[in-house]
């Protein structure tokens, strides 16, 4: 990682995670889906978005994090992904943070193998630990994981 | 030196094959027309070539350029008709033809390929014309003669001409053949394109006077002038042709910046220019060059360049040249690309009215290279498919989005909004259809390969075999040309191969020695028709029948039951050959198999026709797109999907009252008794791995009969909707390896509903899978059907002793009902079905036969049918069965009642005129009378 990365930030459960901001299309409100029985559990349905039909990933069920609660819609953050966009449902969205190398740190080893290999590392902001993701393992379900 | 700007020869290689495309066709319709050489085709096919070879100079491919000049030697020849379009010639001109394609396919390599045979074959017909002819060498002093007032432009172009370009040098004799060559098209041609080339170059001059240094419009004159100097004198106007080529000269000198665009140089240029619109009117005119004077024009072109030699730049000019046309800077290619040309232009004295100009859009003007000038080649370009296609998804979401503005205008009632609103949806739609057609391309594209095909099998084969076509301009998808290229290919392969005779044996059947093939396309119901039909043997039934049963593929019970046209239909199975012997064009026995799978892959349907000794004729049935799908929308769990209209058979709907009865159980496996038979069903709900939807206890289970690789099964649904176009939309990767998905769709709501795929849901329930030998003729005796046009599914039903058909696009929908459920409402039988009065009809009446048997059941078999918006219920002694069948020709009955008899599967059996019968029952007591109105025949 060279000098400053740049990170779109998103709350699950309380925690912040980001992703490379590079790789994020658009940030959209909730979208009515269709489901797709017969999918893997994190895979919630399929979104119009704007003409083209995108697969959303609920987060929450990828990353085994408790089910939302409440009517609290989550949001959409749509990425580009290996053939074509997919969304990702998250809880919030945050701000756009600009991260330094020195702050990172690789997850901790006692975390959940499962969650583990999703996430790439920690950076330790001021007040919280920014978890970024592995957004090419996310949206793979080869392992079976699901 | 090799110019490497890969951009320019993609373009060339582009271009080039669509030359080669118009040569093939010319060269075969040469050969045909033996008896009047066509010189329009031949220098077409000249035309082609010579750009080929020009450009292919220019960018150092010397195998491509040697092969090409050669070619161009021989159509020389031919041109001058010092050498006859021969069988042999033409062959080994189209021999030249492919190799020269090959090289462009492998553009890269193509230097280091060996094209000597080709060459040598080229050479020695070259060799045997000029031993006929070798007297005429002697008018290429004169061609030259005539340009030699700036002849100093060809000695300069050395330059960037690599080395095998010196033979191109006239080394063919010109013995200009004054009938042929004022072809009158020809002249017209050129005096038309003429005269728009002075127009556009007065155009470019004015333009140049404001801004002299424009090197765009000097290239542009530049061109113009070579065009022009190249058709005139091709047709032998070489007064015209001098003085277009000393303009050229000066264009060159100009663009060359030696010599700046003056006031004298501009009057110049307008001297010649009304110099050459008076001899084109002349032209015009006398059909011919006439004695007009042309050396004061020249002479004027002299001085101007004279004036510039003593401006001490004489010992510039010629080594500016020499050194090899600046490369590299982008704006110089043009100018390198022309210089080139001028020197392989002026060798043979050719007619180029398509020079190929750098831009990056390129017309296509391949089939009309005549009539083509350069302001019509201008008015195409080339696009990018996924350009296109991601046009189409914008067009598609535009049309939701007006779909959404539409329902509320509705509600607003505004009428600004209103007709704002009937504006946007007119447009939307128009620019929908137009996005549309930029993807079709016509059928045409592909067919225009089959004649070289056929006659090059032939040829093998020993046989004659004339192509006809017709339906050329029959448009389809691209996507779908694409599809069916190679099976269409195959197919005709196969006819060449199997279906035509030897001529000895035609001769002995009383048959032309030459056999016919016949490519007929055409649109009907939004599908498009290919028939591939020829008059030879046709198929041999009793070897195919012998041939099944020998491999195993059919028992020699089913194969006696078979009918012909159900025999036909076994060549299609896999690993089937009847052909004794695997020869090298067909006989394998993958090849039908795989034709019947690529055609079905892309929903359409393929059917065979055969009478022995008359000929095969296979008709192959086309979605228009593959895009866009008529489907079948049914919910389910309160989602909605779509079902393919192709893998669906009928709809069936049973009655809870009375469906205990009719939905059974083996071993916990449900089937349905369709018609005497038993249907297997598949609970979509389970398929899909969710609990039964909260519907299927309340009043009705709904079927869906869907066929799929020749068996039949029932999907149970909640609900079913209607059936819609839907546009396919593919999956996502995370979601492609579920198999009871094909595909996504947006339905006019904007929500996402999924498109099952009928095989995947099949495989899944193994309905498919549990039968290994996948014949299909044993499924139901009516899985096969018997088709000759026109075709239509019928429902057959029967009224005590007699079979009575209707056609099934006049039933909404077949219903058992309890006999018991009937009420009586001014003095006419009425059930309630789905909450409304439905007033029956008993067809035994209608047709005045006493209806005897009493139904076993206490239900009654009622056909619902539908006709403006009322639903009539037609009660029928027995519903038999829906068969595809086939109605020739009705032998006419007195009843009014009927349409007419004709034999269906083997039984004389009535068909049904039911609008007629519901119009004599309801018309008189229907509170409507404008209905009555709109029938054709009122009673």
């Known amino acids: 990682m060279n000098d400053e990365t740049r990170l779109c930030t998103f709350f699950l459960d309380q925690q912040m995670y980001g992703i490379d901001v590079r790789s994020v299309q658009e940030v959209?409100?909730?979208?009515?889906?269709?489901?797709?029985?017969?999918?893997?559990?994190?895979?919630?349905?399929?979104?119009?978005?704007?003409?083209?039909?995108?697969?959303?990933?609920?987060?929450?069920?990828?990353?085994?994090?408790?089910?939302?609660?409440?009517?609290?819609?989550?949001?959409?953050?749509?990425?580009?992904?290996?053939?074509?966009?997919?969304?990702?449902?998250?809880?919030?969205?945050?701000?756009?943070?600009?991260?330094?190398?020195?702050?990172?740190?690789?997850?901790?080893?006692?975390?959940?193998?499962?969650?583990?290999?999703?996430?790439?590392?920690?950076?330790?902001?001021?007040?919280?630990?920014?978890?970024v993701l592995n957004t090419e393992k996310t949206t793979r379900f080869s392992d079976g994981s699901d | 030196m090799t110019i490497q700007d890969d951009e320019l020869q993609k373009e060339f290689v582009i271009e080039s094959l669509e030359h080669l495309a118009s040569v093939e066709t010319q060269l075969l319709e040469l050969e045909s027309d033996d008896d009047s050489i066509d010189l329009d085709k031949i220098n077409n096919v000249f035309r082609a070539i010579h750009s080929i070879k020009g450009v292919a100079g220019f960018l150092s491919l010397d195998t491509l350029e040697s092969l090409a000049h050669r070619e161009e030697e021989v159509l020389n020849r031919l041109r001058n008709r010092e050498l006859r379009p021969t069988h042999d010639v033409i062959n080994t001109l189209l021999k030249a033809t492919d190799r020269l394609r090959s090289l462009l396919d492998s553009i890269e390599s193509s230097n280091s390929e060996d094209v000597s045979d080709h060459i040598?074959?080229?050479?020695?017909?070259?060799?045997?014309?000029?031993?006929?002819?070798?007297?005429?060498?002697?008018?290429?002093?004169?061609?030259?003669?005539?340009?030699?007032?700036?002849?100093?432009?060809?000695?300069?172009?050395?330059?960037?001409?690599?080395?095998?370009?010196?033979?191109?040098?006239?080394?063919?004799?010109?013995?200009?053949?004054?009938?042929?060559?004022?072809?009158?098209?020809?002249?017209?041609?050129?005096?038309?394109?003429?005269?728009?080339?002075?127009?556009?170059?007065?155009?470019?001059?004015?333009?140049?006077?404001?801004?002299?240094?424009?090197?765009?419009?000097?290239?542009?004159?530049?061109?113009?002038?070579?065009?022009?100097?190249?058709?005139?004198?091709?047709?032998?106007?070489?007064?015209?042709?001098?003085?277009?080529?000393?303009?050229?000269?000066?264009?060159?000198?100009?663009?060359?910046?030696?010599?700046?665009?003056?006031?004298?140089?501009?009057?110049?240029?307008?001297?010649?220019?009304?110099?050459?619109?008076?001899?084109?009117?002349?032209?015009?005119?006398?059909?011919?060059?006439?004695?007009?004077?042309?050396?004061?024009?020249?002479?004027?072109?002299?001085?101007?360049?004279?004036?510039?030699?003593?401006?001490?730049?004489?010992?510039?000019?010629?080594?500016?040249?020499?050194?090899?046309?600046?490369?590299?800077?982008?704006?110089?290619?043009?100018?390198?690309?022309?210089?080139?040309?001028?020197?392989?232009?002026?060798?043979?004295?050719?007619?180029?009215?398509?020079?190929p100009k750098p831009t990056p859009a390129k017309p296509s003007p391949s089939n009309n290279p005549e009539g083509a000038a350069p302001s019509a080649s201008e008015s195409t370009i080339r696009v990018d498919v996924s350009l296109l296609d991601k046009l189409m998804t914008r067009v598609g979401e535009l049309v939701l989005a007006r779909n959404q503005i539409l329902q509320f205008a509705g509600k607003l009632a505004d009428n600004d909004l209103i007709s704002a609103t009937q504006r946007l949806?007119?447009?939307?739609?128009?620019?929908?259809?137009?996005?549309?057609?930029?993807?079709?391309?016509?059928?045409?594209?592909?067919?225009?390969?089959?004649?070289?095909?056929?006659?090059?099998?032939?040829?093998?084969?020993?046989?004659?075999?004339?192509?006809?076509?017709?339906?050329?301009?029959?448009?389809?998808?691209?996507?779908?040309?694409?599809?069916?290229?190679?099976?269409?290919?195959?197919?005709?392969?196969?006819?060449?191969?199997?279906?035509?005779?030897?001529?000895?044996?035609?001769?002995?059947?009383?048959?032309?020695?030459?056999?016919?093939?016949?490519?007929?396309?055409?649109?009907?119901?939004?599908?498009?028709?290919?028939?591939?039909?020829?008059?030879?043997?046709?198929?041999?039934?009793?070897?195919?029948?012998?041939?099944?049963?020998?491999?195993?593929?059919?028992?020699?019970?089913?194969?006696?039951?078979?009918?012909?046209?159900?025999?036909?239909?076994?060549?299609f199975l896999p690993g089937f050959s009847t052909a004794d012997k695997v020869s090298n064009v067909s006989g394998r026995g993958v090849g039908m198999d795989v034709v019947k799978t690529n055609i079905e892959k892309i929903g359409g349907t393929i059917d065979l026709q055969s009478t022995e000794g008359l000929g095969t004729s296979i008709k192959i049935k086309i979605p228009l797109t593959l895009a866009i799908i008529p489907a079948l929308i049914i919910t389910n769990n309160g989602n909605r999907f779509a079902i393919p209209q192709v893998n669906l058979s009928?709809?069936?709907?049973?009655?809870?009252?009375?469906?205990?009865?009719?939905?059974?159980?083996?071993?916990?496996?449900?089937?349905?008794?369709?018609?005497?038979?038993?249907?297997?069903?598949?609970?979509?709900?389970?398929?899909?791995?969710?609990?039964?939807?909260?519907?299927?206890v309340s009043e009705s289970v709904n079927i869906v009969v869907l066929r799929v690789d020749g068996r039949q099964f029932g999907l149970v649904v909640d609900r079913i909707n209607d059936t819609e176009e839907i546009v396919v939309k593919p999956m996502g990767k995370l979601l492609k390896h579920i198999p009871v998905f094909a595909g996504a769709t947006i339905m006019g709501d904007g929500k996402v509903a999924l498109i099952l795929d009928v095989l995947g849901l099949a495989s899944k329930s193994t309905i498919v899978s549990k039968d290994a030998n996948r014949t299909g003729y044993h499924s139901s005796a009516n899985a096969a059907n018997a088709k000759i046009t026109p075709t239509r599914q019928m429902v057959i039903c029967s009224s005590e002793d007699r079979r009575l058909a209707l056609p099934i696009s006049q039933v909404a929908r077949l219903e058992k009902i309890p006999v018991k459920e009937i009420e009586h409402t001014d003095n006419r039988e009425v059930v309630q079905y789905r909450n409304s009065i439905?007033?029956?009809?008993?067809?035994?009446?209608?047709?005045?036969?006493?209806?005897?048997?009493?139904?076993?059941?206490?239900?009654?078999?009622?056909?619902?049918?539908?006709?403006?918006?009322?639903?009539?219920?037609?009660?029928?002694?027995?519903?038999?069965?829906?068969?595809?069948?086939?109605?020739?020709?009705?032998?006419?009955?007195?009843?009014?009642?009927?349409?007419?008899?004709?034999?269906?599967?083997?039984?004389?059996?009535?068909?049904?005129?039911?609008?007629?019968?519901?119009?004599?029952?309801?018309?008189?007591?229907?509170?409507?009378?404008?209905?009555?109105?709109?029938?054709?025949?009122?009673?």
């Open chain 2, 838 to 939: 439905l007033p029956l009809i008993r067809l035994c009446e209608s047709l005045g036969i006493r209806d005897t048997t009493p139904s076993s059941d206490g239900l009654m078999d009622v056909i619902i049918y539908e006709e403006n918006s009322r639903t009539y219920g037609l009660v029928v002694h027995r519903i038999v069965d829906i068969v595809d069948a086939t109605i020739d020709e009705l032998q006419p009955c007195n009843h009014k009642a009927l349409l007419g008899s004709t034999v269906i599967h083997g039984h004389v059996t009535e068909v049904v005129n039911l609008p007629a019968i519901i119009q004599r029952e309801f018309l008189g007591i229907m509170p409507n009378a404008s209905e009555g109105e709109q029938r054709s025949c009122p009673e």
């Open chain 2, 120 to 355: 040598d074959a080229l050479e020695k017909l070259l060799a045997d014309s000029s031993i006929e002819t070798s007297v005429s060498d002697s008018s290429e002093p004169s061609h030259v003669e005539h340009c030699r007032a700036v002849e100093m432009e060809l000695v300069t172009t050395d330059g960037p001409m690599p080395e095998t370009s010196a033979p191109q040098e006239p080394s063919a004799p010109e013995a200009p053949s004054e009938a042929g060559r004022k072809n009158a098209t020809g002249l017209r041609d050129f005096l038309i394109e003429s005269f728009d080339h002075l127009e556009q170059i007065e155009a470019y001059l004015v333009a140049l006077e404001s801004n002299p240094g424009s090197q765009d419009v000097l290239n542009a004159i530049y061109r113009v002038f070579h065009s022009l100097k190249g058709s005139s004198d091709f047709l032998g106007f070489q007064r015209t042709a001098a003085v277009a080529h000393a303009s050229e000269g000066i264009m060159s000198e100009l663009r060359a910046g030696r010599l700046v665009y003056n006031t004298p140089v501009a009057n110049c240029m307008f001297q010649v220019l009304d110099h050459l619109r008076k001899q084109i009117s002349r032209i015009e005119q006398l059909h011919g060059e006439g004695i007009d004077d042309v050396e004061p024009v020249l002479e004027c072109i002299q001085d101007v360049l004279r004036v510039m030699d003593h401006g001490s730049r004489v010992p510039v000019k010629l080594d500016s040249k020499r050194t090899p046309a600046p490369q590299g800077i982008p704006a110089s290619l043009p100018h390198a690309l022309e210089s080139s040309k001028i020197a392989s232009d002026s060798a043979p004295g050719v007619a180029k009215p398509s020079t």
């Open chain 2, 650 to 696: 009928e709809l069936v709907r049973v009655d809870t009252t009375t469906s205990e009865t009719q939905i059974e159980w083996i071993h916990g496996t449900p089937v349905y008794r369709l018609r005497g038979q038993l249907l297997p069903l598949v609970f979509l709900h389970q398929i899909l791995g969710r609990s039964a939807g909260g519907q299927n």
């Open chain 2, 425 to 571: 949806n007119l447009i939307t739609t128009e620019l929908q259809e137009g996005v549309m057609k930029t993807r079709m391309q016509p059928i045409g594209n592909i067919w225009s390969k089959l004649p070289r095909l056929v006659r090059d099998l032939a040829e093998t084969c020993g046989k004659r075999v004339r192509i006809e076509m017709q339906g050329k301009d029959t448009e389809l998808d691209k996507t779908i040309i694409e599809a069916i290229k190679d099976p269409l290919t195959h197919l005709v392969r196969n006819t060449v191969d199997h279906g035509i005779e030897r001529p000895e044996v035609r001769v002995e059947c009383d048959k032309p020695e030459e056999g016919c093939l016949y490519l007929q396309a055409y649109h009907e119901g939004g599908q498009v028709n290919i028939e591939i039909s020829d008059d030879g043997a046709g198929l041999n039934l009793a070897k195919i029948r012998t041939k099944a049963v020998e491999k195993g593929l059919i028992t020699p019970d089913q194969a006696s039951k078979l009918s012909d046209h159900d025999t036909a239909q076994l060549i």
């Open chain 1, 28 to 131: 959209i409100r909730y979208q009515e889906m269709t489901e797709v029985p017969l999918a893997p559990e994190s895979v919630v349905g399929l979104i119009n978005l704007r003409g083209q039909i995108v697969t959303a990933i609920d987060l929450r069920k990828r990353l085994k994090l408790p089910q939302r609660g409440g009517d609290a819609l989550p949001m959409n953050v749509v990425i580009h992904g290996e053939d074509g966009a997919i969304s990702l449902l998250v809880d919030q969205i945050g701000d756009v943070q600009s991260i330094l190398p020195e702050n990172y740190e690789s997850p901790p080893d006692t975390m959940s193998s499962s969650s583990r290999e999703l996430i790439r590392g920690t950076y330790k902001l001021k007040d919280r630990l920014l978890l």
